[in-house]
């Protein structure tokens, strides 16, 4: 199967949570637990997929292996993921802790075999000058496995003090380990390939120094939410903070440049939500001696994470993407980076806009009002991507 076209089959479970997400909004704002279904079908069903297929994506690039090697077997681990995603999903809305049990472990076992995929191409390869990138989407996937565990053990119902404690480390290990570490292992070389500008001095230096203050940050604050030690888990946060600053640093002088494609800019706005998070858990570990009272902050900032970050980093980097690996040759391609361009400014304001009435109140007319405005962006995004223009095949 050619290239284009495998991407177009590959990516269709990560829209489809997001229409489900959009259709399902009302409903959603009205049920019992509308944060943890959000939160779900957006990092666990749209962004996880989304993940899998990137980090398949850039691992096989960096190494310079041949994409097709890793395709039955990615194939069956995205399987397994979404069938456990269902579960997880499904096993909530009807009560059922079986359900969500075996969900969260078809979520591990995928994770598993995405590690293994990922470690079977790096034994493959010959030395480049990229290989340490795919350690940050193995390390990732670890966390993914840890985050799963947490959640199986959440999904049975702990009760009292602990429970809150599990939950902010189940938050912590899937947003700051998964999402957050496979993030920052690609921006190492996708920030300026987004500017076609070289890659700066010391960025993959500063790089590969930050993933182990990063991996180690991310179980400092489990350890310290689960074993009540605040200040341990005080302290992984801010090391978190500071590694990301010092995997960034060298990329800065880029920010100044503003007439930069939505790409970039939505990459900037996605960090800038995660410094935001980051700041306010910050303050909120320091200040709050009850894990409950900080497990509900970390909730709301499941938000900003979610839909400012996450979400707004995988839409920025779609629109750079896809139109690179449909080709066509140069005339095409700069068509559909146009077209993946249109109404930038539009929708960076629905997008950072509806989170912001999302992050003030949790009303249920602010909840839809926002919620709105982010699926107005949502929709906008996908309908572009659906315009860009497949290379022509005789």
Known sequence: MRRDKWHRYAHIPTPIYLLALIIGLPWIS???????????????????????????????????LPQEADRKRYLVRVIILNLGVISVIVGKIQGLKFLMAIGAAAVVISAGLHVRSIQIQ??????????????????SALFLILGGVLGGLLSQGPKGEFKYRLLV?????????WVGITVAGTLITFIPTMLRTQLPDKAERHGYKSLPWLASSVLMIDLGSIANLRLIALLGILVYLASWIYLLAPHVRFIAQMKSPFSFLSTVASIIWLGVSLISLTVD???????????????????????????????????YLIPAVLGGGP?????????????????????????GV???????????????????????????????RPAKHE
């Open 122 to 139: 790096i034994a493959r390869a010959l030395p480049t000058r990229f290989k340490k990138i795919p350690r940050f989407y193995i390390v």
């Open 358 to 388: 999302l992050a003030a109140n949790f009303s249920r007319a602010l909840f839809l009002v926002g919620g709105a405005m982010v699926a107005l962006s949502i929709i906008l995004n996908l309908f572009l991507l659906s315009q860009l």
């Open 285 to 319: 570990v320091a200040t709050n001696e009850k894990w409950k009272l900080v497990s509900s902050r970390a909730e709301s900032l499941i938000y900003i994470l979610g839909i400012g970050f996450a979400l707004q980093m995988g839409l920025g980097a779609l629109s």
């Open 331 to 355: 005339s095409n391609a700069r068509l559909n980076v146009n077209v993946s361009d249109r109404l930038k400014v539009t929708r960076l304001i629905l997008h950072n806009g509806g989170l």
């Open 169 to 177: 480390a189940h938050y912590s290990t899937n947003i700051f380990g």
């Open 30 to 64: 009205g049920s019992g637990d509308p944060k943890w279904i959000l939160v779900h079908l957006l990092l666990l069903g749209a962004i996880t997929n989304l993940i899998f297929v990137w980090s398949s994506h850039f691992t096989a690039t960096m190494l310079r």
